[in-house]
C-alpha cells in the first residue's frame, strides 16, 4: 500500500516532477544569475539569495537528461535545503502542492498520472560529486561532506 | 615645537597619532554633553567634565609641542568656564556654537600634519570662539594661554564609560568620570593595525581552505596506493601459483618483500593523512577563534555612530529651519568597526531626507496636531549574526497612491502595474535607480534622492533595507546587516561580460598583452599568459577573437603570471563570501562577493591559475591520482638543507624543470629517506646538524643501490679544499651560495 505524503508537482521543460515538501523550503523567484565556468552541467549558476551564495541547479544533466536553457532572473524555482546546504532547483512552474500516493521512485497526482519522483538529497549529493570531478577527485567512498549521511544510492526514476 | 632629543621621528609620529585618537574622543565626549544639553543649561558637574577633559588635552598636545592646539585648547576651556560661572550664558544657541567650534578643533587636529591647513583651522575656531564671546555681550576676549607646561602626558584618558542608554533622548548619558573603565588597563592601538591583522586572517582562509583540498586529494591518493597494493598482492598471488622454477620463486619471494613495504607504507599514509584532517580541522577552529577576537577588538558600540548622527542632524535641520530631536536607542549594540564607517553616509542620507522631506513645517504639525518638534528615532540592537538598524521618523510618511500616481505620470510605470502593484512593491520601487533625481522639487520625489545608492551601500555590505510608512503619521527604513564584515581588497575585471574579482594582495600590476603572446616580460623574468576568455568561457559565449588583451599580473607562490581579461575594472573593498558546499570543490574559485546590485561576483584563485600557468609543477599541484597528468618528469629529487627558505627555493626551482622533490632538514634524515626511495638527483648543504653534506655523501656511495645517485651540492663554502673532496666523492657539481636558478641548471647539466 502507498506512502501518502505531502509533494510539490512542478513542470519543467514540458515533463512533470514531484518532490518531497519537506525538502523544499520555499518557491522563489531567481535574483540575478552568474555563469559559473568549469562548474558541471548540473549546476547552472549562483544567485544572491538575501547575502548567501545559492547554486541554481539544472534537473536535466542530474537525471541523465538534457540540460535546459540558462536560468534568468525572474524564473522560478524550488529553494531545497538538505543538512544545511540549499540550492535552488530552477521550475517552468508549480502545478500542485499536494498530499498524494507515492511509492519509491514516482507520485500518482490528482488525475492519476504517474509523475516521476526526485530525491533532493541525492541530487544535491550528484551535484556535489559533479563538482568534484572537475577537480578530479573520484566520489567519496566514506564521507565527512557536507551532503552526507543520506546513504544509499537509489537511482531515479 | 619638540627637540628632536625627546623623540625620534617614528616615535613622534607615533605619540601624534594616539594623540589624534585621544582629541577624537575628547572632542567627541564634549560634543555630546553640549548636544544633550538642547536648551537647558548643562549641570555644573558636566560643565566640570567638559573642562576637565579640554585641560587634558591641552595637557597632551604641549608635551607634544603642538602650540596651536595648546592655545585653541585653552581658549575652549575658558570659554566653557565663562559658562559655568554664569559670565556667559547658555541658549540653543551658544550649545551650537560650542559644538561648531568643537567641530573645527576636530578638523585641526586631523590637518596636524599638514601645517597651512592646520592652521587656518585654527584660525577659523579663533574667529568662533571671537563671535561667541560676542553673542554673550561679554567682549572680555579669551586669554592667550599661558606658556603649556609640559605635563604628563595622558594618553589614556579619555575613554567613553560604558553607559547603559535605553532610549535616551541622544546617546551619551552626561555622567562624571569618564575615563576610567573598571580600573582595567586599555591598550590603545592604531586601527588600521588591527585592520592589518584582519586581511592577514583573510588570507589564513583562503590558505586553510587550499590546505583542506590537498589533504582530500591525500585521501584519494592514500586509497588509491591502498588499491595498487592489493591488486600487486593479487599479481603476487597468482604469480606464486605458477611458480615453477626458482628463479620465478625468488621473484616471487623479493615481490612480496616489496609488496609488504608498499603495505607498510600505505598504512602510514593513510594515518598521516587521518591525523592531518584532524590537524586541519583544529587549524580550522584556531582560525576562527582568531577572527572572533580580531572582530571583537574591531567593535564599536553604536555611540559614536549616534553621536555623528545627531551632529549631522543638528547641521542638517539648522539649514532645513526644522526643529527636530533625535531619540537613540540600544546605543550598546556592539558592531564592526568598519561597518560602522560604511554605515554612516546612508543614515545620514535617510536622515537628511526626514528633516528635508519627512518632517511637516511647526505649523502643518500643529495643524495635524502633532508636537510642534518633529522626532526622528534611531534604534540598533541585535538579532542573532545580524544587527538591526532602525531609522523613522514621525513625519508625514509616504502615500502608496501619490507614489503610483508618480509613477505613472513619469512614465516609470504603466497604469496596469500601478494598479496591480502591492502598496510594499509601490514602496520598494522607491530604492530603484532613478525613482527620482535632485531635479525634482516636489516633496515625495525628493524623498527618493540618493535612496538607490543607499540601498547600494547596505547591499555591498550584505544586508538589506526595507521601508514601511504610514501615510500621515511617518516612516520607517529597517536595515539588516551582518555584525561583522570580512572586508578585503580585490582587484575586479571583466571577463565575457561578468566581473570577476582577485585578492588584490596577490596582483601585482595592470598590463596588456599581445593577442598571440604566450609570455609577456616581468620584472625579473618572462611570466606566462594565462587567457581567462578560454579558461572562463562556457557554452553559450562566443569565441574569443584573439586580439591584443588587458592583462593583469598575478603572483602567487613565488610565480607570476598574467592572466588576460576583457577589462580591468579596479581595485575595489569587498566582503568575501564563501561559495557554499556544491560550488566549494571547484578548484577555480576561492570564493564569491557582492556587488552592490545585488549580483555575485565570483572571486579566482590564484593558486589555480598558477596551476594552469605551470602545468606538471609538482610543487604546486600534486599530480591527480586518477588521471595521472601527462607531464615529463625529469625524476624525483632529494633537498637536502638545514634552512627552510632554501629548501623552499630549491623546491621551487627543480619543480620548475619537472622534478618531482621530497626535503630533509639534515643528512641523518636524508640517509633514512634515500633508503626508503630511490632518487635520481641529491642536492644538499655540507654543514648541516646531526649529519653534514660529505657524511651524506660518503653514506649514499656506501650502499649499493645508491652509490650511483647523482650529487649536487649547494654550499656557502666553496673553498679549493671542500671542491676536491666534493671531486673525490663524485659528486657532479658544487655550487656556491647565492643559489640562483641559472646555476643551478647549470650544475644539473654538468658532467
Known amino acids: 500500500m502507498p506512502d501518502l505524503k505531502n509533494v510539490i508537482v512542478f513542470a519543467l521543460g514540458g515533463a512533470r516532477w514531484a518532490a518531497e515538501i519537506r525538502y523544499v523550503r520555499e518557491v522563489i523567484s531567481l535574483g540575478f544569475v552568474t555563469t559559473v565556468p568549469t562548474a558541471p552541467a548540473g549546476i547552472a549558476g549562483v544567485f544572491n539569495l538575501r547575502g548567501a551564495i545559492t547554486p541554481v541547479l539544472d534537473l536535466g544533466p542530474l537525471v541523465g ?27 517552468d512552474n508549480v502545478d500542485e502542492i499536494a498530499t498524494l500516493p507515492v511509492s519509491t521512485d514516482a507520485v500518482r497526482d490528482g488525475r492519476g498520472r504517474m509523475v516521476p519522483l526526485i530525491d533532493p538529497p541525492q541530487l544535491l549529493r550528484r551535484a556535489l560529486h559533479a563538482a568534484q570531478a572537475v577537480r578530479g577527485d573520484e566520489p567519496p567512498t566514506e564521507s565527512r561532506l557536507p551532503v552526507a549521511d543520506l546513504d544509499g544510492d537509489p537511482t531515479l526514476g | 615645537m619638540v627637540s628632536d632629543a625627546d623623540f625620534d621621528a617614528d616615535e613622534l609620529a607615533m605619540l601624534r597619532q594616539l594623540f589624534r585618537d585621544e582629541a577624537h574622543e575628547a572632542l567627541e565626549a564634549v560634543t555630546a554633553r553640549a548636544l544633550s544639553a538642547g536648551a537647558g543649561a548643562p549641570s555644573a558637574d558636566s560643565l566640570t567634565e567638559m573642562m576637565r577633559v579640554t585641560h587634558t588635552l591641552k595637557g597632551s598636545a604641549g608635551t607634544l609641542g603642538l602650540d596651536d592646539m595648546v592655545d585653541l585648547a585653552h581658549r575652549l576651556e575658558t570659554a566653557l568656564d565663562q559658562v559655568r560661572t554664569g559670565q556667559l550664558a547658555w ?102 593595525r588591527i585592520d592589518a591583522l584582519m586581511s592577514s586572517t583573510g588570507e589564513l582562509l583562503f590558505d586553510r ?25 593479487e599479481e603476487v598471488g597468482q604469480l606464486r601459483a ?74 542638517i535641520s539648522r539649514s532645513a529651519g526644522v526643529r527636530v530631536e533625535l531619540r537613540t536607542s540600544g546605543d550598546d549594540t556592539e558592531f564592526d568597526k568598519a561597518l560602522a564607517e560604511q554605515l554612516t553616509d546612508p543614515l545620514v542620507q535617510l536622515l537628511r531626507n526626514a528633516v528635508v522631506h519627512g518632517i511637516e513645517t511647526p505649523d502643518e504639525r500643529i495643524a495635524r496636531g502633532k508636537p510642534q518638534v518633529g522626532t526622528v528615532r534611531v534604534a540598533a540592537r541585535h538579532d542573532g549574526n545580524l544587527v538591526l538598524v532602525e531609522l523613522s521618523d514621525d513625519g508625514n510618511g509616504i502615500d502608496p497612491r501619490k507614489l503610483r500616481e508618480r509613477f505613472v505620470a513619469t512614465g516609470r510605470w504603466t497604469a496596469a502595474r500601478a494598479e496591480l502593484a502591492s502598496d510594499d512593491d ?102 606566462p599568459v594565462v587567457r581567462l576568455e578560454q579558461v572562463l568561457s562556457d557554452p553559450t559565449s562566443p569565441p574569443a577573437e584573439p586580439q591584443r588583451r588587458a592583462g593583469v599580473v598575478v603572483t602567487y607562490a613565488g610565480k607570476g603570471l598574467v592572466c588576460t581579461v576583457d577589462k580591468v575594472v579596479g581595485p575595489r573593498e569587498i566582503v568575501v563570501r564563501p561559495l557554499g558546499p556544491l560550488l566549494a570543490p571547484l578548484p577555480l574559485y576561492a570564493g564569491a562577493t557582492i556587488s552592490g546590485s545585488g549580483k555575485v561576483q565570483l572571486i579566482l584563485d590564484p593558486a589555480a591559475l598558477v596551476r594552469l600557468a605551470y602545468p606538471g609543477s609538482p610543487m604546486i599541484d600534486l599530480p591527480s591520482p586518477s588521471a595521472p597528468s601527462p607531464q615529463t618528469l625529469a625524476g624525483r629529487a632529494l633537498v637536502v638543507d638545514d634552512s627552510r627558505a632554501i629548501r623552499e627555493a630549491l623546491t621551487a626551482m627543480l619543480s620548475r624543470e619537472g622534478w618531482i622533490v621530497d626535503v630533509a632538514e639534515d643528512g641523518a634524515r636524508a640517509v633514512q629517506m634515500a ?34 645517485t647523482a650529487v649536487v651540492i649547494v654550499t656557502s663554502r666553496a673553498s679549493p679544499e671542500n671542491r676536491r673532496r666534493a671531486r673525490d666523492l663524485g659528486v657532479r657539481a658544487l655550487v656556491a651560495k647565492p643559489i640562483t636558478r641559472r646555476k643551478l641548471l647549470e650544475a644539473l647539466a654538468a658532467r
Open chain 2, 91 to 192: 541658549t540653543a544657541r551658544v550649545g551650537d556654537q560650542i559644538v561648531e567650534i568643537v567641530d573645527g578643533v576636530r578638523a585641526h587636529v586631523d590637518a596636524m600634519n599638514e601645517p597651512i591647513a592646520a592652521a587656518s583651522f585654527a584660525d577659523h575656531v579663533r574667529a568662533l570662539l571671537e563671535r561667541l564671546a560676542e553673542s554673550s555681550g561679554d567682549r572680555t576676549r579669551a586669554t592667550p594661554a599661558p606658556a603649556p607646561r609640559p605635563a604628563r602626558p595622558t594618553l589614556s584618558d579619555g575613554v567613553p564609560r560604558v553607559v547603559d542608554g535605553a532610549d535616551t533622548t541622544l546617546s551619551i548619558t552626561p555622567s562624571t568620570d569618564l575615563p576610567a573603565v573598571d580600573g582595567r588597563p586599555l591598550l590603545r592601538v592604531e586601527a588600521e
Open chain 2, 675 to 708: 633508503q626508503q626511495l630511490r632518487y635520481d638527483l641529491v642536492v644538499t648543504d655540507l654543514e648541516m646538524p646531526r649529519l653534514g653534506g660529505f657524511e651524506l655523501i660518503g653514506r649514499l656511495r656506501e650502499n649499493r643501490t645508491t652509490a650511483a
Open chain 1, 65 to 91: 537528461r538534457a540540460a535546459h536553457p540558462a536560468p534568468r532572473q525572474g524564473d522560478g524555482a524550488l529553494l531545497l535545503e538538505v543538512d544545511g546546504a540549499s540550492a535552488a532547483l530552477r521550475l
Open chain 2, 426 to 527: 509601490v514602496l520598494a520601487a522607491i530604492f530603484e535607480p532613478g525613482v527620482s533625481s535632485r531635479d525634482d522639487a516636489d516633496e515625495l520625489s525628493g524623498r527618493g534622492i540618493g535612496l538607490d545608492l543607499v540601498r547600494e551601500t547596505i547591499a555591498r555590505l550584505g544586508g538589506e533595507i526595507r521601508l514601511t510608512s504610514s501615510p500621515g503619521r511617518g516612516t520607517t527604513f529597517t536595515m539588516r546587516l551582518p555584525v561583522s564584515t570580512a572586508v578585503t581588497q580585490a582587484m575586479l575585471f571583466k571577463v565575457h561580460g561578468q566581473v570577476y574579482a582577485l585578492p588584490q594582495v596577490h596582483v601585482v600590476e595592470t598590463t596588456s598583452v599581445e593577442a598571440d603572446a604566450t609570455t609577456v616580460a616581468g620584472r625579473h623574468e618572462q611570466l
Open chain 2, 242 to 315: 605458477a611458480a615453477t622454477d626458482a628463479a620465478r620463486v625468488a621473484l616471487e619471494e623479493r615481490l612480496r618483500q616489496v609488496e609488504a613495504g608498499l603495505a607498510g607504507q600505505a598504512t602510514q599514509l593513510a594515518q598521516t593523512t587521518a591525523a592531518l584532517l584532524d590537524e586541519t580541522e583544529a587549524l580550522r577552529h584556531t582560525i576562527g577563534d582568531i577572527q572572533r577576537g580580531l572582530l571583537r577588538t574591531r567593535m564599536q558600540t553604536s555611540r559614536a555612530l549616534f553621536a555623528h548622527l545627531a551632529r549631522s542632524l543638528r547641521a
Open chain 2, 209 to 233: 581552505t587550499r590546505i583542506e583540498r590537498r589533504v582530500q586529494l591525500l585521501r584519494t591518493l592514500a586509497r588509491d596506493l591502498g588499491r595498487t597494493r592489493q591488486a600487486l598482492r
